[in-house]
Structure formats: structure tokens, C-alpha cells
């Protein structure tokens, strides 16, 4: 696992350089990291290699995966893309849903919090379309959260890249109380952007401190998938679902069982 704290750490440095108002030593020991979609079968494992925190979705076994989560100081943020109906324009939250969900899981030992929405730019109609979810779609699902469960910590999945801050990738206050940017590294073909190292997650940064100033900030960080499809469909020169190499980069770690894709989740301040 140190391969991969030690990388993790280099990125916070990376971040606090540009965004010129993040303490390094500090947000680089105060850290949590953490995976997505991990079943419980990980859940000693990831305890084992430092692991704290786990994105998983509401099921029919959310209950279960709390129990064995507190039994391996894990904590849970859950996910329901059911929240937002993207059958209509810039979406509408299903309030109903929020709080049903929230009812079962209020007040577990843990629950970290809620996974409001998952890159909101990538959002589409049932057609296919692009449906962005709308700044004003996401300050009401915060606020149904809030309202289901008062006191609940909220986090907003969101691109940096494809036009932060403008219609197609829009932001503003009270979204969630953490914005977390998702990061891609760039692949071999030089498709992705190298959001980390170029100005695009700096002014990320900097335009979501100008519209809500409280809000903090955390990175994930794509950084072990031994196999993936590293052109994005919608990319990809003839429409295809893209070539799958082996990637270079990333800390030499292997993933627990059930774990698909490791992801650092890094506290930015």
C-alpha cells in the first residue's frame, strides 16, 4: 500500500502549489483514502492496507454491508442514481426516493455520508442526448438530504475538465459540502487531459471557491486498473467502446477481491 500513499501524497503537494491555499503537510497526514464499489468480502483487506472510506451504492444488502463496514473501520458514503430523473431537462430530484433511502441507513456508525451525484456533466436523456444536471437540480437534492437526515455530510462527483463552470458542467453554492473532482491521468494514446498536472483542476479549484466559498475539496484519483478501455466512447474516432491496453502508470499494488478500480480519495482542505 505505500506505493500508493506516498503517490497520493505527491498530488496533494501538486494541488496545494496551485490552488495557492491548501496546507500540505497537514491535508498530506489528515487524509482519508478510500475505493470504489468494494463488497464486504474487501472490507478486511481494505482495513488491512489503511483504507477507511468506501463508495457503494444502496441495495437490498445496505444494511449488511454497514454491519461489516463498522466490523473493519470502513465507513460507507452510498449512492442511488435514482435521486435524479434525467427524463427531464437538467434533471429532478426524486425526493421520495432520497428519503426512503435515507431512512434505512440514518444514524449507522458507518455512515459516512451521501454520494450526491456522479459527474453531473455526463448525465443523458433516455434518447442518449447530454441532460447536465442543473446547478439548481443539485442544490435541491443537498437539500432533500439535509432534510431526510439534518447533520448529513454530502459529496458531489464532478469533472473538472469539459468546461467547468459553464452550462455543460456547471457549479454553484451549497452543491454539497465536498466537491470531489475526478481526475483521469493521461493514457497512452494522449487522450485524456493530465488534470492533475496542468491548470485545469487549479481553476477548477478556483472558480468553485468563487461561488461558494465554504465548500472543500477532495481528489479521485484514478491510480491502479491494470486493464481499461482508455479512450472514452463518446471519443472515440469511429464511435467504438475503445481499444484496452495495459496502462503504464499507477503504483504497483494489487486491487482486494471485488475491488474493480482503485481510487484515492484525498482530503484537499
Known amino acids: 500500500m505505500k ?5 497520493a501524497s505527491l498530488v496533494i503537494a501538486v494541488l496545494a502549489t496551485t490552488s495557492g491555499s491548501v496546507d ?17 468480502e474487501s472490507y478486511a483487506k481494505l ?42 431537462a437538467g434533471g429532478r430530484v426524486n425526493a421520495t426516493q432520497v428519503c426512503r433511502d435515507i431512512g434505512t441507513v440514518k444514524d449507522h456508525p458507518a455512515l459516512w455520508g451521501y454520494y450526491l451525484i456522479d ?8 434518447s442518449g442526448a447530454a441532460n447536465p444536471t442543473s446547478v439548481a437540480t443539485m442544490q435541491a437534492l443537498n437539500k432533500a438530504v439535509k432534510r431526510c437526515d439534518p447533520g448529513a455530510r454530502t459529496l458531489a462527483t464532478i469533472l473538472p475538465g469539459g468546461g467547468f463552470g459553464t452550462s455543460s458542467n456547471n457549479f454553484g453554492p451549497d452543491v454539497a459540502d465536498i466537491v470531489n473532482f475526478n481526475t483521469y491521468f ?8 493530465e488534470w492533475i498536472t496542468t491548470t485545469v483542476l487549479p481553476n477548477a479549484i478556483k472558480i468553485a471557491r468563487q461561488r461558494d466559498p465554504d465548500v472543500k475539496f477532495w481528489a479521485g484519483l484514478q491510480t491502479d ?18 481499444q484496452e491496453v495495459d496502462r503504464p502508470y ?17 482530503s484537499l482542505g
Not at 506505493?3 to 503517490?7: D, E, M, N, T, Y
Not at 500540505?24 to 464486504?40: C, F, H, Q
Open 3 to 7: 506505493p500508493l500513499l506516498v503517490f
Open 24 to 40: 500540505v503537510e497537514s491535508s498530506a497526514t489528515a487524509r482519508n483514502v478510500g475505493v470504489y464499489w468494494a463488497g464486504p
Open 47 to 88: 482495513d488491512a492496507l489503511g483504507n477507511d472510506l468506501i463508495v457503494s451504492n444502496f441495495a437490498v444488502d445496505t444494511r449488511v454491508r454497514l454491519y461489516w463496514a463498522k466490523r473493519h473501520n470502513q465507513k460507507l458514503i452510498l449512492f442511488n442514481s435514482a435521486w435524479v430523473d434525467d427524463t427531464v
Open 119 to 126: 459527474e453531473p456533466s455526463r448525465h443523458i436523456y433516455p
Open 186 to 193: 493521461k493514457a497512452p494514446d494522449g487522450t485524456h487531459f
Open 225 to 242: 486498473l491494470r486493464r481499461q478501455c482508455v479512450v472514452e466512447p463518446h471519443l472515440h474516432p469511429d464511435g467504438g467502446r475503445g
Open 250 to 266: 499507477g503504483p504497483d499494488v494489487s486491487a482486494p477481491e471485488g475491488v474493480a478500480r482503485w481510487r484515492a480519495v484525498l
